[in-house]
């Protein structure tokens, strides 16, 4: 059973539509014993990423996805789902103080950087993934370079070990980290359920795994 975290983070009414696509082994559910039971675990949404660590912290989920993982069982991180997956945010955070994030992957979250008049924020709209892993990806099995994906987000992993991104993508002359694989943990910065065919694909290698 594919468990679909709800812990009250935007709207994922799309991406219930994609899963459902390719299995109907999946509920999108807040209960702390299904989501342990769970083969795997999807973690969408969209937001701050401060209130998605205060959601996950204090319903207990933090924990349960890290004891998850620990059982080398696959996770998907999905924009804000991503972002959370790595050790801290400088969003929202007060007087220097950093969000920590979950830790499950080695990076730090901060706002996309540059000149006012030449990089609009948020980041939003199709964009191109290159430097596709091709031989090592799991998720991205069927994708090519230069394909595009849709993505919106002002904040974006920065010091990600090159080992564990399987995917760039490029913005105003910065690449960044849009694709992330270590172990059984996975991320996508963009929002495959609303990337088309190609987006569909990277739902059906998650779910095939």
């Not at 959370?84 to 950087?113: A, N, Y």
């Amino acid at each position: 059973m594919i468990a679909v975290l709800d812990f009250g983070m935007g709207n994922i009414h799309s991406l219930l539509k994609a899963v459902s696509l390719y299995t109907d082994k999946f509920e999108f559910t807040s209960d702390l014993d299904k989501i342990r039971k769970a083969d795997k675990i999807i973690l969408p949404g969209d937001g701050h990423f401060n209130k998605a660590m205060e959601n996950l912290n204090a319903s207990g989920f933090s924990e349960v996805l890290k004891e998850h993982v620990a059982e080398n069982k696959p996770l998907l991180g999905i924009c804000i789902g991503y972002q959370v997956l790595f050790e801290d945010s400088d969003e929202t955070s007060k007087k220097g103080q950093l969000i920590g994030g979950l830790g499950l992957i080695r990076g730090k979250i901060r706002k996309f950087e540059g000149k006012p008049s030449l990089t609009k924020v948020p980041h939003m709209g199709w964009n191109k993934l290159f430097e596709i892993k091709t031989k090592s990806t799991k998720l991205l099995k069927g994708i090519q370079n230069e394909s595009f994906m849709y993505f919106i987000h002002s904040y974006r992993p920065i010091g990600v070990d090159r080992m564990d991104t399987t995917a760039n993508c490029r913005y105003y002359g910065e690449s960044f980290p849009a694709v992330v694989e270590k172990g059984s943990v996975f991320g996508t910065q963009f929002h495959p359920e609303k990337s088309d065919k190609l987006g569909l694909q990277i739902i059906k290698n998650f779910i095939e795994l």
